[in-house]
């Protein structure tokens, strides 16, 4: 398994795909470069899913879709959703991240150093 989805998380996402087409949605994570770091983490629903060019699998339920070529850099990758007094987010747990920029959303891996941006 690439991706580890958590029991918090699958209920939030669960949420959220109520307001798609639940048959066809599937959770999108990946990484784009950006960010302090040069990676940063993208996540979204597809209804899309390009054979060649994209890897499938199921965490908890949770029908996921990743960019093969995005695996190296997020196997083992756990998403959380944590809630708090300020509200609620998802949280990314990446094994292969070398370097993680202060707000958490942006990394470097071994594999793949991304293009730098200003925060």
Avoid: H, W
């Amino acid at each position: 398994m690439v991706i580890n989805v958590t029991e918090n998380a699958k209920s939030q996402i669960e949420e959220m795909m109520k307001e798609e087409d639940a048959e066809t949605v599937r959770l999108r994570f990946g990484v784009k470069g950006g960010g302090c770091s040069g990676l940063s983490y993208s996540l979204g629903f597809d209804y899309d899913v390009n054979e060649e060019l994209d890897y499938t699998e199921e965490s908890n339920g949770i029908p996921l879709t990743i960019k093969r070529f995005d695996i190296d850099v997020i196997e083992g990758t756990t998403i959380d959703f944590k809630q708090n007094m300020m509200g609620g987010g998802f949280t990314i747990d990446n094994p292969n991240a070398i370097v993680s920029c202060g707000c958490g959303s942006s990394f470097k891996a071994k594999e793949r150093e991304g293009t730098p941006e200003n925060c």
